[in-house]
């Protein structure tokens, strides 16, 4: 039976972004000891995602510095916690989510077993839990997009790269995770941005690679033609984005078994279909991720609004150009948070949590 340590960790995870919740089968807790060890697991409950030195976690803890260094380096370098390091400061350290996070770090670490243990995990309950506030939003794939639009830098792909001064780029843990279990597909793997620090943090750990910006717009123009949906995270600010399919991605997967994707998904556009240029070719029906287009009995596609998220790849490959993006009315279009935090802060509020770590929590709380 896990040690107490461990419950208290999950119930911690479980405070962040879509959480980290139980199961009957209890592999979440397997999950959690084959991650973390139990010094490992106690220091994670001492942090928070505000990132602090080594120094700063020392005096408020009352241990030793170098002790306390290298047990962070080392859960920096098995993928449990971020790092952030800029040049003439010192490296600063603070917990992750699961999703984004820890699942997310996992590229140099997986192996067979931890995918069999992810995947029975996501499939018990953690994809009920990314279908409900899925953490990345999906924007237009680039040669879908009207340019008579005002498109938003932060919904244009390129712009978005173009926009970042430090880029790298690693392998799909999806992909990745489901080729382990001989259950992947042919898609393009290396296609996962990072940016800034997040970069940095991804090339420090050997899961990524510094590239520049012509061999990113490439890499971009592959996922397009591969049928891959573009998904940064929600947020204007982001440091990273994730070209996904929805054979693998835990996101697009969880969010396809709703009834109505385009409620959950973050996107302002949606799929239309000129009915007199359309001849039924259905090669939008093979494109899209979301089965949200069906040819109907007079040989037209026909899109369900409820299921599109908007993400043009049906628009694309069109023969005859009968399928295009358009815009969303004002009245329904959403603008992401400014930054990552903003936005974990509004998912904790929804959900009825907060990001203060419950040692912290439980601590104030006697003191009342």
């Known amino acids: 039976m896990p040690s107490q340590v461990y419950y208290d960790l999950r119930e911690q995870l479980d405070q962040y972004s879509v959480g980290f919740p139980s199961t009957e089968s209890g592999v979440e807790m397997r999950i959690l000891e084959e991650l973390f060890t139990e010094e490992e697991a106690a220091m994670y409950l001492d942090l928070s995602l505000m990132l602090e030195t080594p120094e700063a976690v020392a005096q408020r803890l009352g241990r030793e ?5 290298c047990l962070l380096e080392t859960m920096v370098d098995k993928g ?7 040049e003439g400061a010192p490296a600063k350290y603070g917990a992750v989510p699961y999703v984004v996070g820890s ?9 067979k077993k931890r995918a069999e243990l992810f995947d029975q995990y996501f499939r018990e309950a953690f994809r009920r839990s990314l279908g409900e506030a899925p953490p990345l939003r999906s924007v237009p794939v680039n040669k879908s997009i009207d ?5 938003a830098p932060y919904e244009d792909v390129r712009e978005i790269l173009k926009s970042r001064d430090k880029i790298s780029v690693a392998k799909c843990i999806c992909r990745t995770s489901q080729d382990l279990l001989d259950k992947g597909c042919e898609k393009p793997v290396e296609v996962c941005f990072q940016f800034g620090s997040h970069a940095q943090y991804y090339v420090d750990k050997g899961m990524g690679r510094f590239i520049g910006l ?20 929600v947020a204007q600010e982001i440091g ?10 835990e996101i697009l997967q969880s969010i396809k078994t709703h009834p109505k994707p385009a409620e959950k998904v973050f996107t302002n556009y949606y799929a239309a279909v000129d009915r007199d240029a359309c001849q039924g070719c259905a090669t939008c029906t093979d494109r899209c991720q979301m089965e949200a287009i069906t040819i109907g009995a007079d040989n037209v596609a026909e899109v369900d609004r409820d299921r599109c998220i908007g993400c043009g790849l ?8 009968a399928v295009t993006l358009r815009r969303k009315p004002v009245s329904e279009c959403r603008v992401p948070p400014a930054s990552g935090q903003e936005y974990l802060m509004q998912l904790a509020s929804s959900r009825g949590k907060s990001l203060v770590p419950l040692t912290i929590q439980k601590k104030s709380h006697s003191l009342r």
Do not use: H
């Open 103 to 111: 699942w997310d770090y996992q590229g140099k670490n997986i192996d």
């Open 80 to 86: 449990l916690i971020f790092r952030i390091k800029k």
């Open 314 to 321: 049906c628009s694309t490959t069109c023969p005859d150009k």
């Open 147 to 151: 340019y008579s639009w005002p498109v």
């Open 214 to 233: 012509e061999e990113a717009l490439g890499i971009i123009d592959r996922c397009e033609e591969a049928g891959l949906v573009p998904q940064p995270f």
């Open 240 to 249: 990273g984005m994730c070209n996904c399919c929805g054979d693998c991605c």
């Open 65 to 69: 510095l170098n002790e306390v260094t």
